[in-house]
């Protein structure tokens, strides 16, 4: 079964920037869409970036754009979020994902999901 798996939280003061890394193992994730979701605690988790199969397209919540950026190297069977201008109300435990077809902005339609990476902006 295909893994994924998440790297790169920590802790940032206000402002900083964090580059999640999302790795995945199998030869068929260049077909899939990826995204990332963040849950906070007391929170349901939400939506934050989306990027197509082949990285041409991208969707962004509007609590995030402008300030992360989502990619993708297929060679490498990866897939990054670039966080900059980090503000408090970002911390959460960040999850990677992934689906068949085009890009979703719900939970429910991603199949493949990592085991998160926590993000903690101090203020």
């Known amino acids: 079964q295909v893994q994924l798996v998440e790297s790169g939280g920590g802790l940032v003061q206000a402002g900083g920037s964090l580059r999640l890394s999302c790795a995945a193992s199998g030869r068929t994730f260049n077909t899939y869409a990826m995204g990332w979701f963040r849950q906070a605690p007391g929170k349901e988790r939400e939506f934050v970036a989306a990027i197509s199969w082949s990285g041409g397209s991208t969707y962004y919540a509007d609590s995030v754009k402008g300030r992360f950026t989502i990619s993708r190297d297929n060679a490498k069977n990866t897939v990054y979020l670039q966080m900059n201008s980090l503000k408090p109300e970002d911390t959460a435990v960040y999850y990677c994902?992934?689906?068949?077809?085009?890009?979703?902005?719900?939970?429910?339609?991603?199949?493949?999901w990592g085991q998160g990476t926590q993000v903690t902006v101090s203020s």
């Open positions: 994902a992934g689906k068949r077809g085009g890009i979703g902005t719900t939970s429910g339609v991603y199949i493949f």
